[in-house]
């Protein structure tokens, strides 16, 4: 008996010897998991100096006596930041994707959560209010025992931060109105809570009539100049809606809507209204070469910018009686393809051969404000019939223009969405997005340094900032080379011709044109085109057009004339 309780003694105290070893083995590991995270952490806000940091500890472990202690010292000092430094110098973006962007993230909840409070208060969202409180405590009153006391007390009452979520670089406090308050209330402080996060810019989004959004952009994400990419080949859904312009600020993909749209782009000289175009004109070449649309430039600033990509357009206007001519002839569409639809359809689809027409307007104001008077007047009546009727009809506007007051676009408020470029003032800002935007997107504090940033109107009626990816003079030229419009027509007013671009005459053009946007002496002339032969043309997408001398893409398939 005692031999066997020797013996399960013993090993219940080696068990015991054991598991204080597993334990205090186990809190040293804990120790230098949390070192290291707070190394790496640090390590993740300076990576140079971890860099430097590393050959020091080399150096003094090679200086200790103890090789047990420069062993530690190497371990604990050195490597993690060695570690986090060269992974964010070899693999940025892994180290951004894995490292940097969730613990930023984490930082920032953390910071949301625990500062709310204080936050709320200072920002102006929280009430003062006296509480009644019990406190338990054994007491002698008045010769009696009491356990518990009530009294007042005054605290803080923030509105409720029902959740705080974090995407790319925005964070987002969800806050719910606290009784007495209402979301305005809640929106009023978003530039304060903006403020206090050092957040780059905010927006807000109404989430139910009692929670707001308040999303906190806490970097720039669009200081970076990105590239326009030649667009690929159309797939096969053959749609037309949305043409992908650049960044939104969280550094997620913008599209624009096209299809169903007027869009009026504002900036003034320098702001990147060029930007825009081409990433319209040129997001929608794939879409062009198919016939799926078709670009009607007016360019009156003598065709310097809308001929850089001359190949992509059916017909470009240069002069005003040449631009008179092309609005005319797109009221003519407009009233061909109304007659075709009526009772058919009440939206365009377009279609190859029954295309999306897109009247690109390179400077507004030089049609409708600065030219003669009888231009000016027939120019804005008919531009103002295209907007009113156009839309449904598949004929949308892209104008871009420097001033946005009324007595230059007089038409302002028949485009139904905008992009405010650089503005002069608060009081543009008004103007292009509406009023009351001018402290929510500040258009007229866009920074010259970033040319193609913007401030737009959501669908929803939020406002967003974007950057528009720049199109530069050799990527407009290969893109028209590589996508020739099928369809090119007279400014005059003529008749469509059909064509079929000789892809290596259009490249070979293409390269020799000047690789600045100088302007051109002249418009290059063009001469009459001669009728193809039936067995130049291809055999469907040539039909329709040629079939629709008169109704340039009026209706085909279900409500056309080319549907015959
Ligand atoms: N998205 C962009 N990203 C970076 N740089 C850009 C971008 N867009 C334009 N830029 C730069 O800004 C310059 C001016 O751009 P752009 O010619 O498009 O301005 P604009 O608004 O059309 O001016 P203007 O009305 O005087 O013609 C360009 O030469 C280019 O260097």
């Known amino acids: 008996m005692t031999s066997s309780t020797a013996v399960s003694r013993g090993v219940r105290g080696s068990a015991a010897v ?56 190497i371990t604990v000092a050195a490597l993690p930041g060695l570690v986090v430094a060269v992974w ?45 409180r019990r406190t338990w405590a054994l007491a002698r009153r008045n010769g ?81 100049t990105a590239d326009a990419q030649l667009p690929d080949p159309l797939g096969r859904d053959l749609t037309v809606d949305t043409v992908p312009l650049g960044r939104r600020q969280d550094g ?30 040129g997001g929608l070449a794939p879409a062009v070469r198919a016939d799926l649309v078709r670009l009607w430039g007016v360019d009156l600033k003598r065709g310097v910018e809308v001929l850089m990509g001359r190949h992509l357009f059916t017909t470009v206007a240069i002069t005003p009686s040449e631009a008179v001519a092309t609005l005319t002839r797109l009221l003519q569409v407009i009233e061909d393809r109304g007659r ?22 390179d400077e507004l104001a030089a049609l409708t404000a600065y030219s003669d008077p009888d231009t000016k007047r027939e120019a804005s009546r008919l531009l103002a019939e295209i907007l009113t009727q156009g839309r ?36 543009e800002t008004r103007m292009v997005l509406g009023d009351g935007t001018a402290a929510l997107a500040p258009a007229h504090r866009l920074s010259p340094a970033a040319p193609g940033s913007a401030w737009v109107v959501e669908e929803d009626g939020t406002l967003d900032r974007v ?48 690789t600045t946007r100088a302007p051109r002496p002249a418009r290059p002339t063009r001469t009459p085109r001669q009728p193809r032969t039936s067995r130049e043309r291809r055999p469907r997408e040539s039909a329709a057009p040629a079939s629709s001398v008169s109704g340039l893409g009026s209706g085909s398939g279900d409500h056309g004339p080319e549907a015959a």
Request: hydrophobic content about 45%.
């Open 18 to 73: 054991g598991s204080r070893a597993l334990r205090s083995s186990r809190a040293g590991v804990r120790v230098v998991l949390a070192v290291a995270e707070g190394w790496a952490r640090w390590a993740r806000r300076h990576p140079r100096w971890a860099l430097g940091l590393a050959p020091l500890a080399l150096l003094a472990a090679l200086t200790q006596p103890d090789p047990k202690a420069a062993r530690v010292l």
């Open 88 to 132: 964010e110098h070899r693999w940025p973006v892994g180290y951004r994707r894995w490292l940097a962007g969730p613990s930023r993230r984490f930082g920032w909840r953390r910071w949301a959560r625990r500062t709310w409070p204080v936050l709320a208060r200072e920002c102006g969202l929280s009430v003062q209010r006296n509480v009644r």
């Open 144 to 224: 009696r025992v009491q356990v518990s006391s009530t009294g007042t007390a005054s605290e803080w009452v923030p509105p409720r931060l029902v959740d705080v979520l974090t995407a790319g670089d925005t964070l987002t406090l969800r806050v719910r109105a606290r009784m007495g308050q209402t979301v305005q209330d809640l929106e009023t402080a978003a530039p304060a809570l903006a403020a206090a996060a050092s957040a780059v810019s905010y927006r807000v989004r109404q989430w139910t009539p009692s929670v707001l959004d308040i999303a906190l952009v806490m970097r720039e994400a669009l200081a970076a």
């Open 252 to 281: 997620t993909p913008w599209a624009l809507q096209v299809r169903g749209r007027h869009t009026l782009v504002v900036g003034c000289s320098g702001s990147g209204k060029g930007s825009m175009l081409w990433g319209v004109c």
């Open 340 to 361: 075709a639809m009526a009772g058919v359809s009440r939206l365009h689809e377009p279609r190859p051969g029954d295309p999306l027409h897109v009247l690109v307007i």
């Open 392 to 427: 449904a009809l598949g004929v949308v506007v892209l104008a871009c223009v420097q001033d946005p007051r009324k007595e230059v676009v007089g038409m302002r408020g028949l485009f139904t969405q905008t992009i405010a470029l650089r503005l002069r003032s608060a009081e």
């Open 467 to 514: 950057r528009a990816d720049y199109w530069p003079d050799q990527l407009v030229r290969e893109t028209a080379a590589t996508y020739p419009a099928l369809v090119v027509e007279e400014t005059t007013g003529e008749a469509p011709v059909v064509t079929q671009p000789d892809d290596e005459m259009a490249r070979a053009d293409v390269a020799s044109m000047p």
